[in-house]
T-cell receptor, first 117, second 112 residues
Framework: EAGVTQFPSHSVIEKGQTVTLRCDPISGHDNLYWYRRVMGKEIKFLLHFVKESKQDESGMPNNRFLAERTGGTYSTLKVQPAELEDSGVYFC???????????????FGEGSWLTVV | KNQVEQSPQSLIILEGKNCTLQCNYTVSPFSNLRWYKQDTGRGPVSLTIMTFSENTKSNGRYTATLDADTKQSSLHITASQLSDSASYICVVSAGSWGKLQFGAGTQVVVTP
């Protein structure tokens, strides 16, 4: 069974450009999460989808970030326009049930490494 | 201030030796605590998950403990192997919906 897959694995863009990251969760997982790790910091929550609905987007840094999950399958995270401080690793994760319930392992993708120059 | 603090930041151990990593948290309300292993350039992989009522949980050579009263957890690695070299991250789930709070991680290097 395929795990959480993310694309692209690495991306280098210029400040002001747009980048779209894609995440394919494990098949059947209703819960999809986006996290981010910027240089020297811990991984931080961005948002959480349950199927196609945004359950919690309190971690989204500003309106330059837009996440979608049309049809409740894959998700995209678009950064427009990108700024230097957006550089970091963007992790997508998925779980079958509610992530806070024990036994519900949250599976992470390998991350999309974004560098804004 | 991060609500999940880990120590040490890094450590180097000899292959075959044991080590213990610490995690203190202030996250509330507490739902569960997870330890993840993250190899360089890879995504985090779950090692253990513990709820409020669980004191210890093992996964092979990894044993996690939890003291919910003092809000402390530890991860013990027994008979370390070179493949154990990685960042070990303590993650606390607060309230609902899996809004995980991550520690900064402890970088473990196992040398021959």
């Amino acid at each position: 069974e395929a795990g959480v897959t993310q694309f692209p694995s690495h991306s280098v863009i210029e400040k002001g450009q747009t980048v779209t990251l894609r995440c394919d969760p494990i098949s059947g997982h209703d819960n999809l999460y986006w996290y981010r790790r910027v240089m020297g910091k811990e991984i931080k929550f961005l948002l959480h989808f349950v199927k196609e609905s945004k359950q919690d987007e309190s971690g989204m840094p500003n309106n330059r970030f837009l996440a979608e999950r049309t049809g409740g399958t894959y998700s995209t995270l678009k950064v427009q326009p990108a700024e230097l401080e957006d550089s970091g690793v963007y992790f997508c994760a998925s779980s079958q049930g509610k992530g806070h319930i024990s036994g519900n392992t949250i599976y992470f993708g390998e991350g999309s490494w974004l560098t804004v120059v | 201030k991060n609500q999940v603090e880990q120590s040490p930041q890094s450590l180097i151990i000899l292959e075959g030796k044991n080590c213990t990593l610490q995690c203190n948290y202030t996250v509330s309300p507490f739902s569960n605590l997870r330890w993840y292993k993250q190899d360089t350039g890879r995504g985090p992989v779950s090692l253990t998950i513990m709820t409020f009522s669980e004191n210890t949980k093992s996964n092979g050579r990894y044993t996690a403990t939890l003291d919910a009263d003092t809000k402390q957890s530890s991860l013990h690695i027994t008979a370390s192997q070179l493949s154990d070299s990685a960042s070990y991250i303590c993650v606390v789930s607060a309230g609902s919906w899996g809004k995980l709070q991550f520690g900064a991680g402890t970088q473990v290097v196992v040398t021959p």
